[in-house]
Every structure is written in structure tokens, then in C-alpha cells.
């Protein structure tokens, strides 16, 4: 039965639509209350049972009233003589005019005593059901209370009460509602009249987004809440209770964060009102430090790698994949990291860390195909780089000797060659020739492609070349050198292998290469240049001494990380 008429009212108050202007800031003699902020259930709301009959009053409502009130009465008020009957209350029209209801023009002061000001606190807002708690002080000889709720500038009653406390409906998220409370003594004449409550709960925020900084940062900003003048940030580690990390009038927030955790973070906005902190509904959103690639430490290892990999082609699926292309000597797999679309006309094949000691290309290669990816859908270097990679993809071998990584991460640091002691950049089937021996780091292997590694680069180059305009980037270390030699009469070849080359250079701002020794047998990019006919440069990251300290990873990095985006913008459109 109450419930019925707590349901009706609700309805009826949810239709209202209110004027923002119509609200009068009247100073409030109401103290602050206590700050409520319970954003997520609210208060247990009591059963709306301080609503009573919702029938007719017979009372007017207070701003129709001439009564001795010190109050101000509100500004939107209408002249009390031209309205004595409160026509927009939702009263039945039947009872035309209440003979207990003093006429104003006759009775300008019905009320000998004045009318005591009523203080009221919030007790509680509940976003989700769009609900306040009030709680007012006892009126001395009160009968009982009648909340009036302002509409179209006109105050309509909404409940009345013995109790003085009560949850009344707002008209929803972000939108001003305003009540007042009287009491009334046992001859219907008000004795009481609080300020006017203005109350408003905060639409919930929108666009809530996280974007990486760095490992231990993290930045989240969102779109302003109707409603909302500040904000609450509480973030929290998976499987720990949320901690309110900071209040902010902004819309945006940089926090510190552990790398490599799961984090949640809640916003809650908030309206500040003269009743205290009123909270709306709270905007979650999950994060775990997007930059899985770490240069961190020196050694990056195979297996971190393999991880990393699995991790941004989850994470980025629509744009990154990867494939088994073969198996190192000892049977780690060797992986294609292909980025972009894969039925490109144009590719860009990178092979990176052919030779064990120099795995700071591994690093390096990692860190730009995540930063490409943490970038994709935005533009870089005055490059959209969906548009770039959707021409042009990119091949990457992220760590062609894995075998040789781990014997010189583990064992022997300066570890050149792979598991059988093979320069895998002597082995190639151009030019091969037998040469060294395996202890030496210049070992040529029995044949040409004798080695498993070999094979597979071999056999992607050949596969990439059949179906795809081909050009590769080779990274090594060190030297912070760029090579991009041709010996031969192909015009075409010339002219695209000076163009990489000249894009390298001007990109990374190493040195030439040209003086660094002539040819040698077996190579990859020789094996490219006069085999293949496929343009390709070499790029020689870090200086001092391989395997390179790791605090050169972020300049070597830096000095990358546009290349391949500059070099497939090249090749897309030269061909
Ligand atoms: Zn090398």
C-alpha cells in the first residue's frame, strides 16, 4: 500500500523537468553535513514509508503563502493575490477552494508566531536509484511535515510526514532539484519552512580512457559529467579493496602505477552542494600497464620475448599476429611478428639479431612494433599509421638466433654465432664460402644454409618476395653505422637501395658504413642485393661493445622508432 504510493509519486516525480534557472540560491542557514560519498549501493535506503497519503493537501504549497516568513521568498514566486487557488497541484480539481485555507488578501499574516527555520541535513544520495535521504530537525507542536518539490518554478507537494526523515525521487542524473520542508502544527497552520534544498546528482562520466605514459604511469582522462564540479579517483591492484587516490576539478588525472599489475580505476563524480558531497554513479575502467616490452634490464631474453609477443598480438589482435616460420638448431622457434594488413601489396621484411651478442636489436625491434601498435589508430611523424601499415606491412624476425641469445646471456656474453657456432651472416647461399671455425665467431657452417636459422629466413625472404614488393631492414649491433652499399648495374635496385639508406641515415642519424670493410661471403644483404634483387639496408645500433649496456636501449630506440614506418611510407609509395 505505501509502496504503491511511493511508486506513484516517483513516477510522477520523474517526469518533471526543472529549469535550472529556476532554482534560487537563498542563503542557506542549513549547516554542512557530513560528507556522503556512497557512490557504489548508496545508503540502505528505509522503506519509503515517511510518504504518506499522496492524496490532495488541502494546504498550499509554502510559496504561495504570504506567511510571516523572514525568508525570501522565492523569486519566481507569483504575486500570492493572483493565485489563490494552487491550480498546479496535483490535487483534484473537485475540491475547488479549501474553506480552511486562509485567504490571503483577507489574512496577510495568519500566523502569529513566526515560522521557525528548519534545519536539514543529507543523510545519503543513491545514485543508481536517484534518490536523496533527508533528515530535518523536530518543529516544536509540529503535526506533521510536508516536502514540496519545485517544478516549473512551482512548489509541489510530494510527501507528508510525522517522521522527520524521508527519501524522496529526483528527476535524474545532472539535473537540479529543489525541495523545501514545512511543518505544520495540529490547526494546519505552518510553523516551520526550511531553506530551499538544492540537491543534484551527477550524471555518470563517459569516455573513460587510459593511456600509458610510461611503465609507471599512467594517464586517465574522461569526458565532463553533467552536473559533476569535481571528481573522485579511487584505483585499486586486482584483488585489493579500492583506495580513493586524489579529488580533481579536472577531467584528467596522471597516476603512478607498478609495472606489469592490473589495476582498476573508479571515477566518481561529485556535486558539491550545501548539504555536503553528493556522489554519482562511478565509471570503472581496468588497466595494466600497456607497454609490455621492458628496457628495464640488459638482458632481454628469449623467453620474455615470446611472452611479449603473445601479449601484443592478444592485446592488439586486430593489427599485429604472428607465425611460426622455423626452428632454431636446438628447436626454439623462430617467429614472424607481422604487423599490419597481411594481404598488403608492399612489405617490409626486418630481421633482427642474427648474431647472438647483439640481442640489443632484439630490444630495440620489440620496442618499435609496440610503439607503432600503441600508436596505430593515431598519426606519427605526419603519418596515419593505420594507413601506412594497411599498404605496407611488416615482417618482423624479431630474434633469428635464439640459441646464440642464450648461450651469450648465460655462458659466454660475447657469443657470436648460433648453437653450432655458425656466423649466421656467413651462411647464406650467395657467395658462401667454408671459412673459420666455431670457436672463432666467423664460422661459415659446412654449406650454404647449412643452418636451420638460415633456412627459415631464407625461405620468408622468398615467400615475401613471390607475393609482395619486398624490402628489408637487417639490425645489428654496434657502430651506430648504416650500410646501404651496391656494387651492381640494376638502376632500379641503385635507386631504391640509396633512398632506404638515405631515409636510415637522416632517420637515425648514424654514420655511413662505407668504410667499414668490402664484401664478405655468404651475407644476408648481399645474398638480398645480388640474388634476390631485393633492396635492404643494415643498421648497426649502440656503440661501446656488444652485448651493449642496456643503458644505451632507449637511445638506440629513440633513434629507430620511426624508421620502418618512414621506410614502408617509402616503399608504398614508390612502386
Ligand atoms: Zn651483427
Known sequence: MKKTAYLCITALILSFTLKPSTVNAAASPVQETAKTSNHTAGIKQEQPGTLEEPAASEKPAPSEKPAASEEP?????????????????????EEPAPSEEPAPSEEPAPSEEPTAEIPVQLLGA???????TLKWDNVNNAEEYVVF?????????????????????????????????????????????????KV??????KKLQTTAYSKTKVKLNWKAAKGADSYYIYGKQDGKKYKLIKTVKKTDARLNIKDKKNYRFKIV???????????????????????????????????????????????????????????????????????????????????????????????????????????????????????????CNVHYIMMANPDGVIISQTNKARWKGNANGVNLNRNFPYAFKRDGSPKDGSYSGKKAASESETQAIVSLTKKL????TLAVVSYHAMGQIVFGDYGGKNQKLRSDITNMYKIARNTTGYSSAANYGGTSNGNYREYLTYKM?????????????????????ASAFNRNKLLILREAAWLENNF
Not at 510527501?159 to 502544527?185: D, H, M, P, V, W
Not at 618476395?465 to 609482395?468: D, E, F, V
Request: with cysteine.
Open 126 to 132: 543513491n545514485a543508481a536509484e536517484k534518490t536523496v
Open 465 to 468: 618476395n613471390k607475393t609482395q
Open 269 to 391: 563524480p561529485l556535486f558539491k552542494s550545501t548539504l555536503g558531497t553528493i556522489a554519482g554513479t562511478a565509471s570503472e575502467t581496468s588497466y595494466k600497464n600497456t607497454e609490455f616490452v621492458s628496457m628495464g634490464h640488459q638482458k632481454y631474453t628469449y623467453s620474455e620475448m615470446c611472452s611479449d609477443i603473445q601479449s601484443l598480438c592478444k592485446k592488439y589482435s586486430e593489427y599485429v599476429s604472428y607465425e611460426t616460420i622455423g626452428y632454431s638448431e636446438k628447436g626454439r622457434k623462430i617467429y614472424d611478428v607481422i604487423l599490419g594488413d597481411k594481404e598488403a601489396d608492399h612489405t617490409i621484411l626486418v630481421v633482427s639479431t642474427l648474431h647472438a651478442r647483439e640481442y640489443i636489436a632484439t630490444v630495440v625491434c620489440m620496442k618499435q612494433l609496440e610503439y607503432y601498435l600503441l600508436n596505430y589508430n593515431k598519426t606519427v611523424d605526419g603519418k596515419k599509421l593505420s594507413d601506412i601499415f594497411s599498404n
Open 200 to 205: 543534484l546528482i551527477p550524471a555518470k562520466i
Open 149 to 197: 518539490f519545485l517544478k516549473n518554478k512551482t512548489w509541489i507537494e510530494i510527501s507528508r510526514t510525522q517522521e522527520t526523515t524521508g527519501t524522496f525521487s529526483l528527476a535524474g542524473y545532472g539535473t537540479k532539484n529543489s525541495f523545501k520542508i514545512c511543518s505544520y502544527n495540529s490547526e494546519q497552520r505552518q510553523t516551520g519552512e526550511s531553506s530551499e534544498i
Open 73 to 93: 521568498a522565492p523569486s519566481e514566486e507569483p504575486a500570492p493575490s493572483e493565485e489563490p487557488a494552487p491550480s498546479e497541484e496535483p490535487a483534484p480539481s
Open 533 to 553: 634483387k631485393v633492396p635492404s639496408v643494415t643498421i648497426e645500433v649502440g656503440s661501446v661493445s656488444c652485448p651493449v649496456p642496456k643503458y644505451q636501449y
